[in-house]
């Protein structure tokens, strides 16, 4: 619409194919009609800004089918890019050798199955340790209500081999079942 009309054979002139040319048609309605403003209605203007958004939306998408593979590996990088690391917050645990790394164990933090290297401490005196806590000296080990004797006799037996930390919330929640099994 935005060319104007080049020719135009009016029927009936004199001679074949001859052409007259004629003003655009744009410019014959606003010579005839001076009150027609030149701007577009807005049911128009959004009409038109519906189909551009609609043939963009429609152009995006076929790039995007035509490289379906390059788009999942980009969206799959980027996931990952923008994931929490939440494997890496308790990497830096400074006392991670005492959850059962070394001959000593951490009261407070480790898990029952770290007691299994103390003969006889597993599984009932370990139980007793992992769910009573948190300690805050390991002499609050003998103050445990209803523990036996012989659990007892154990508890002093490897007294220097236990540490008390201040519990962790990360490990202190998992001393009874981290979920490893074997």
Known sequence: LGVPAAAYVVPGASGAGASVRQPHAAVVAAQSMPEVQATAEP?????????????????????????????????GAAALAIAPAAGLAIVDYDAVKYLGGTDKVDLNNANVQAYRQFPGMYPTAAGWIATHGPYKQVSDLYEIKGVPENVKALFKKYEGQ?????????????????????
């Open 162 to 182: 236990f540490v008390v930390l201040p519990a962790n919330e990360a490990y202190f929640i998992d001393r009874i079942n981290n979920g490893m099994y074997r």
């Open 43 to 75: 049911e128009q203007a959004s009409a038109m800004g519906l189909l551009a958004a609609s043939l963009g939306a429609g152009a995006v998408l076929g790039w995007l089918g035509a490289r379906r593979q390059q788009v999942a590996s980009a969206a």
